[in-house]
Structure formats: C-alpha cells, structure tokens
C-alpha cells in the first residue's frame, strides 16, 4: 500500500539466477567509511521462533521507526534478522547521502540483519498520456524514473541485496487499457536494472494500474524478463474485491514471486469498505497464504507491512501488535 506520509512530503533468490553484482561508486563510499567505524556489534536474540527460523520473514524498518537503528533494535528482539529499507531518517532511502548510506551498511552489519529489499517509488507516477484517478502528485516524474532506478540499485548493492520495489503506474479508470503500455516499460526497466545488477519486485499497489494478483499476472505475462519478479502483498487486492489468497495468488506465476508483504486487512460484507487491520485479524487467511509458500517450498523474503495506527496507539505500537500476530499466524502455519 503507498507510503503516504513520504509521498506527500518529498526469502533469498527464487528460481531465478542471481545477477552478478557490480562495483558502484557508492559501495566503494560505504567500505571506505565503515573501514573507520568500530562500534561493538550486537549480540543476536538469545531464540529465534520457528517463524523466523521458517522464513525469511522481516519488516519495514520504518514501521518502527524512521530512525533506522532503533528500528533494528526493536526488530532484533523479535528475534528478526531480515528487513526491507523504504524510509531512513525522516526520508526516501533514494535520497539518504552517501554517509547515510554507508551508516547504514555499519548498522546491518552490527545489528546481524540482512536487506531484503531496496523500496523505491519507480513507476508510482503517471503513464504519459494519461488521466489516473488519483490527486496525489507524482514525487518523481516519469523524467526521473530511470536515475531514481539507478540510485535505488547503488543502495542495493551497498546494502548486499539484489531486489528494488516498483510500481505499474498511478491507476486509471480502465487499467486493462494500458496493461501493455506499462508492460513495455517496465521491460525497459528491466533492461536498465540488468545492466545495473538487480532484479525488479513490481508490487500489486491498489492505487496503481497493476491492483490485484490478476492485474499484476497479465501484466508480467507480457513482460518476461528474468529479473523482472513480483512483490506479493496479500492485502492491497481487496481493495479493489479480490480474495488475495488464494484468488489471487493462484493467479500469479509462483517462480516469479520473489518478496511479500504480510498485514491484515477488514472488510464490510461483500468486500466493501477495506482497510487496513493488524496482521492475523480481519479477512486475509494469512495461514493459508504462509502454509502455500511453504507447500511451495518459498525461498523468498517476506516484510510486515504496516500503515495504520490503532486508536489510542502509536505507529511503533501499531506495528509492535501487528507483528505479534504475524509472528502467531507464522508459528500456526508451520505447527
């Protein structure tokens, strides 16, 4: 679901070969830089739950806080070792500094935790030529796409993974009208994040043309490079009636799933009036969904995402019971 607090303002590798990394400027930066730093590393959570211990199951740093090393100290006590990279200290991580950057590379390393995903807003901006339903502004505009991809990739490398998060276009009307249109691009994508050495997790976002798992599979039909994947959230579907699991996700081409979002979502009858919930109530049979990948013997990453704050609770609280209950789900699912 969109980052709106930012926009408004400013498992391992599947089945898929691993592209092979390449030397950046900024990684060169970050070596340089933690060469001089010598803080004593973290000690790991004394147990891990059989969920953690199952999957390679993490979180959104900035659900926590967007003070990244109190983000991992909070995900460290749940005994998490995963997590995904969106927003770094009151900004986009495509926008953090070189020092930030390497900052951030001395506190995975400190802290024991490996980076899931690099998120980017690449493609949450409108298609030219066309007239989305949103009001929201494009942060960056189609202009900037490519170097906003780009600058995601030197943070991946920089951070030891190979997988940025995009988009399919702010939503219209009639999606099925521009599939091919946004499956053209983002094989251009594609073709830049190769020649960059990352793979491409294009997420089911409501508010973009890509929705639902059935969107989303049409438009990686025609789409077929190897480094072009999914990011799998099994809430944003409802909002537009989809059952995401299993509706949706047995749309979709199970070998091109290389990451998830985890959350919990609550409908009106007839899946009208969708919302976001904490992970393990509300509609989503997030069971099933863990059970599936684990029948499918996923060897993907998967984050809590959470975006909403619970009456008379704090985002950090929100997400602190949010994860609670994924943890459960997750310990049920593998039981």
Same mark, same amino acid.
């Given at each position: ?22 030397? #950046? ?89 490996? !980076? ?8 949450? !901006? ?81 508010? !973009? %043309?890509?929705?639902?798992? #059935? ?58 009036? !969708? ?20 029948? %499918? ?16 609770? %704090? ?21």
């Amino acid at each position: 679901m969109r980052r709106r607090t930012f926009l408004k303002s400013a498992f391992a590798v599947s089945g898929a070969a691993v592209l092979a990394p390449r030397f #950046h400027p900024l990684s060169a930066i970050t070596a340089d830089s933690l060469a001089t730093q010598t803080a004593p590393k973290a000690q790991p959570a004394k147990s891990a739950t059989s969920a953690t211990a199952g999957f390679k199951l993490g979180a959104i740093s900035d659900g926590f806080s967007s003070d990244f090393e109190e983000a991992l100290k909070i995900m460290k006590s749940y005994g998490l070792a995963w997590v995904e990279i969106r927003e770094v200290w009151g900004k986009y991580n495509t926008e953090a500094t070189p020092a930030e950057i390497g900052r951030i590379r001395h506190l995975l390393d400190q802290y024991d935790f490996k !980076c899931s995903v690099v998120d980017s807003a690449l493609y949450k !901006c409108t298609l030219p030529g066309t007239k989305p339903v949103t009001t929201e502004p494009d942060t960056y505009p189609y202009s900037g796409q490519i170097d906003l991809l780009k600058r995601a990739a030197e943070r991946a490398h920089a951070w030891g993974t190979d997988k940025v998060r995009g988009f399919t276009f702010w939503r219209l009307a009639d999606p099925p009208s521009v599939l091919t249109r946004v499956a053209e691009e983002l094989d251009k994508a594609a073709e830049v994040g190769r020649s960059e050495g990352v793979r491409l997790v294009i997420e089911d976002e409501e508010s !973009c %043309n890509g929705g639902t798992g #059935h969107e989303l599979a049409a438009i990686l039909k025609m789409a077929p490079a190897s480094n072009l994947g999914i990011n799998w959230d099994v809430g944003n579907g409802y909002m537009h009636g989809e059952v995401s699991y299993p509706d949706g996700y047995r749309a979709l081409d199970k070998s091109r799933v290389w990451h998830l979002h985890l959350k919990g979502m609550t409908c009106a009858a007839g899946l009208k009036d !969708c919302q976001e919930t904490f992970a393990g109530e509300g509609v989503i049979d997030l069971a099933g969904q863990l059970r599936a990948l684990a029948g %499918n013997h996923y060897e993907g990453t998967m984050s809590l995402e959470c975006e909403f704050e619970a009456p008379g609770m %704090n985002h950090q609280q929100t997400t602190r019971r949010s994860l609670e209950g994924l943890l459960r789900v997750a310990n049920q699912a593998l039981s």
